[in-house]
């Protein structure tokens, strides 16, 4: 029977060409521009470090002075100053622990032809490799010794491996960053964790950290802090933080494996923030906050807003194909109001003629869907070619693709119900009489 | 020619879902064109914003160090040899060091105060840097005091805290400060515990930052007199002579080039003329205005095509009734007036229902997206173009009924 459908929803179809054409095109730009956009937002707020991200929390302390304190109000400071970011670490209370901030190097390649350059880099403490599950091609992290021995140790990734040393194993290579010797320890494999979860004050989508070098050591050799600072009071002006002023500037992560844990890492911000406070460093009563890697995307809206009002604007537009079609679908559906007649009155029952007719919508929603597709390959394609840091990330995965042909049957299923429920409403007598 | 709307609601009672449904798809397609428009408008009107600089001579050289363990000492020699050796080129006019520039699309801003105890910051400023050539490199207009004396710009070593006693500021600053337009001579504590003294002001000067959360210090910038010579590096905003641009930004590297080699400039984007910073710091306000531009077309034409379907089956559905109405006596044109009337109708109820859309999806994109109300004039604009765009899109449809024969009437159908 399905098959007898088929075959009459392509021959009525095949009919009236022009109209069946618009009922398509309607569908497929609809679901292309709602896709495309589904799409994009789909890849900006996944999870960067899926099966890992739960367990990652950021804790939030609030060290600042009295002044425009509002109790309750006031969120507490995106990131840690050096005191505090130390005093945290020192305190190691989690599972696992580490302070970084971003920074940039100038590499001078000793014997290549290339010219120096400069590297976005990252200025972190040993935890940072395990507590991530960073995959290491070659070699392997360094350790808390080199942490305390300040060593002139660095780890970089495959991409600037590549460049440098034609993507050999270069562990135990010297490397010249920013005019003092590094000894590469590893080199990282595929990882490239999108939003770039841990320092959203640089770019938060596809960063491309080359070098990653000990917090301790780059403090030494005086390399370049890149990235937001935060001051209060009077103590801070400048682009370049130092480590006694009042002034936030690095980021401290922590792995907490159960929620017992968690609740317990709270209440240590709190103990913490208490005794500072005891001890004149804070002003403010304890302000602090430990949300995890997804709730602290969510908190800073990493996704941008014009990203989110396409994909509101997008499902308008769906929408407006959709009425679009169901109205192109009433008119064709009624037109065969003599076909519809005949078919009863030989028999068929309303049910068998209201699932024909969604068999037919069906076949538009399913060529609309092919269409929609290609179409938000195309818009896809569009949006990488666009400058915006996440452009490049804008790939469409199984999982969107399934829910391109669903959301595109769905569609035009929804569209079908009104118009074939109404054709199935016609007395077969009254069709007869009239032909 | 007389029309008779009541014929022509009994008719649209018999077609209610239909009638409802190209009512619905105009209010929803005027909800998101009308938006569109205003989106867009305020999209270009960005694109086009004064930045104050003499964008047709200026471009910026983004001059890294390659060695970082000098000592501040040593960077400014090198800075000060950069910019003779930058003023003397044959196509320079002038050079100034800077921290950032406008249109940079982000960069350094402090908070501002009146006085250096207070609690809530008066407003927040942009801030740039530079020696008493900074003004004039940039082409920046001084509309009150004067510019900075060489003997007052100051060096600032990276992780060094200056405030310089003296500021130029930008005319909205001043005002924001001291809505008088007493402000020079005036003073400001910009994150510091020393005041700055208003000497000149200058008129217009934009921020470094494009984004949303500028708005509303639209314009607020100060010039500090301080040679930013921080050990990573600068930017050297060079101004060529009236046509000699492109020989200008081919001179300055190799020039700079020649007096040390321990410097990286990119050579991608290393060099930038202020029509490439421009391009690019509007970008995705380009990119948006452009795509809302292709949604409304091609949501109008879907409309258009969904209305001419429609009218179509109506049509070929009431040729014996118009063959009947024709063999009366109406004349081709009242039949024609007849379909645009009708749709003339539902697009009216179609509006009232979109104009109710429209604002409502305003409100929602200003909670959501601190976006500011639309203006009614986007509306108006909208409604006018559906009203057409129904009116154009019925007509060849009802120039199709209009020619239905009388003889129509004696036809079974």
Known sequence: MFRYYIDLALRSLGRNKVLTALMVLAIALGIGASMTTLTVLHVLSGDPLPGRSGTLYYPQIDPRDSQGYLPGKTPPMDQVTWTDGMNLLRAKRADRQALMTGGDVAVQPGESTLDP??????????????????????????????????????????????????????????????????????????????????????????????????????????????????????????????????????????????????????????????????????????????????????????????????????????????????????????????????????????????????????????????????????????????????????????????????????????????????????????????? | MNIQIRPILVALRRHKAGTLLIALQIALTLAIVCNALFIIHQRLANLSEASGVDEADVFVVANYWADVNRSTEQVDAQVRADLAALRQLPAVLDATPASGYPLRGGGWDNFVTKTPDQVKPTTDAAVYTGDEHFIDTLGLKLVAGRNFRPDEVMVMGTQQAITPPTAIVSKALAERLFPGGDALGKSFYAMGTTPSTIIGIVDPLHRQGVDSSSNSYAGQALIWPLRADDSKGIYYIVRAKPGQLAAAMREAPKALFAQSRMRIIDPKDGVQDYATIRHKVFDSDRGMAILMGIICAVLLAITAAGIVGLTSFWVGQRRRQIGVRRALGARQRDILAYFLTENFLISVAGVALGTVLAIVFNLWTMTRFAMAPMSMAYVGVGVLVLLLLGQGAVLAPALRASRVPPVEATRGS
């Open chain 1, 117 to 435: 350059f400069y590297e976005d880099a990252r200025f972190t403490t040993a935890g940072f490799f395990p507590m991530f599950g960073v995959p290491f091609a070659y070699g392997h992290a360094w350790g808390g010794a080199e942490d305390e021995a300040h060593a002139r140790v660095a780890v970089i990734s495959s991409t600037l491996n590549d460049k440098l040393f034609g993507g050999k194993d270069s562990t135990g290579q010297t490397l010249r960053l920013s005019g003092t010797d590094f000894r590469i320890v590893g080199v990282i494999g595929d990882w490239n964790p999108n939003p770039h979860f841990y320092d959203l004050d640089r770019a938060s989508y596809n960063e491309d950290e080359g070098v990653y070098v000990p917090l301790s050591t780059s403090q030494d050799v005086g390399m370049n802090h890149d990235g937001n600072v935060e001051c209060w009071g009077n103590g801070g002006n400048g682009i370049n933080p130092i480590h006694d002023s009042p002034c936030t500037w690095l980021q401290f992560w922590v792995q907490l494996d159960s929620p017992a844990k968690a609740t317990a890492y709270r209440q240590f911000l709190v103990n913490y923030s208490e005794q500072q406070k005891a001890l004149g460093r804070f002003q403010r009563p304890p302000n602090v906050q430990l949300r995890n890697v997804m709730q602290w995307l969510d908190y800073n809206q990493v996704v941008p807003d014009d990203v989110r009002l396409q994909n509101g604007l997008a499902f308008g537009f769906l929408l407006v194909c959709l009425v679009n079609t169901v109205g192109l679908m009433l008119a064709k559906f009624l037109r065969r109001a003599g076909e519809l007649g005949v078919r009863r009155a030989l028999g068929a029952s309303k049910r068998a003629l209201f699932a024909q007719l969604l068999v037919e919508a069906g076949v538009v929603g399913m060529v609309g869907g092919v269409g929609g597709l290609l179409l938000a390959f195309a818009g896809l394609w569009l949006v990488r070619q666009q400058p915006a840091s996440y452009a490049a990330l804008a790939h469409l995965d199984p999982a969107m693709l399934l829910a391109t042909f669903l959301l595109a049957l769905g569609a035009s299923l929804l569209a079908g119900l009104l118009p074939a429920w109404r054709a199935c409403q016609i007395a077969p007598a009254l069709q007869l009489k009239s032909q």
